[in-house]
């Protein structure tokens, strides 16, 4: 039974450029989150998928972040015109029901430079 | 809105003794509870968590924690540690929310705790 893949598991990029990454949850998990770990902090919610349709994504912090689950599954985290700042761990995570328990993939450490 | 705070950035604790983690929420709303575990290279696992009933609850690994409403605490406890729960820690609380019909729950987390624990 595989966990939830996270790739890729670093991403260095320049200042300015375009990056995705990518989840692949749990099979049946219907529920997707996206979460942003800087430095010393906890994690922090950016985008929650139900089936295919974001129901929420009051975390994204501006329009240079998008995400997308075409299928219902694999979910893209797309980041357009990166800034230092936007350097962290990005976490995924997946579930199947309300209250059930989130299984968070290793997460992608992205370094901007 | 929710908030976590976790009172110990740090907590280094000598091999088979007791830990006590603190966690205290704020919230104007009923909560769910969480305590997550991050051990080095690795994705967040559940420690335990509280839904309702008794407010002790036992987790993984031999830790448990307290719910206190008076107090809004979660504090997470461990009666003897081992060198293999040296991680990260994180309290954790989520309210349901509803979207187009669908309930769901949005974690909001504490900064984290790192044990540290010495042979």
């Known amino acids: 039974g595989a966990g939830v893949s996270q790739t890729p598991s670093n991403k260095v990029t320049e200042k300015g450029k375009y990056v995705e990454l990518r989840c692949d949850p749990i099979?049946?998990?219907?529920?997707l989150y996206w979460y942003r770990q800087s430095l010393g902090q906890g994690p922090e919610f950016l985008i929650y998928?139900?089936?295919?349709?974001?129901?929420?994504d009051s975390g994204l912090p501006n329009d240079r972040f998008f995400a997308v689950r075409p299928e219902g599954s694999v979910s893209t985290l797309k980041i357009q015109r990166t800034e230092r700042g936007d350097s962290a761990v990005y976490l995924c995570a997946s579930g199947s029901f309300v209250n059930s328990p989130l299984h968070f993939g290793n997460g992608t450490r992205l370094t901007v430079t | 809105a929710q908030s976590v705070t976790q009172l110990d950035s740090q907590v280094p604790v000598f091999e088979e003794a007791p830990v006590e983690l603190r966690c205290n929420y704020s919230?104007?709303?009923?909560?769910?509870l969480f305590w997550y575990v991050q051990y080095p290279n690795q994705g967040l696992q559940l420690l335990l968590k509280y839904l309702s009933g008794s407010t002790l609850v036992k987790g993984i690994n031999g830790f448990e924690a307290e719910f206190n409403k008076s107090q809004t605490s979660f504090h997470l406890r461990k009666p003897s540690v081992h060198i293999s729960d040296t991680a990260e820690y994180f309290c954790a609380v989520t309210r349901i929310f509803n979207a187009g019909g669908t309930s769901y729950g949005k974690l909001t987390f504490g900064q984290g705790t790192i044990l540290t624990v010495h042979p």
């Open positions: 919230s104007s709303v009923s909560v769910y």
């Open positions: 998928f139900q089936g295919t349709g974001a129901a929420d």
């Open positions: 099979s049946g998990h219907t529920a």
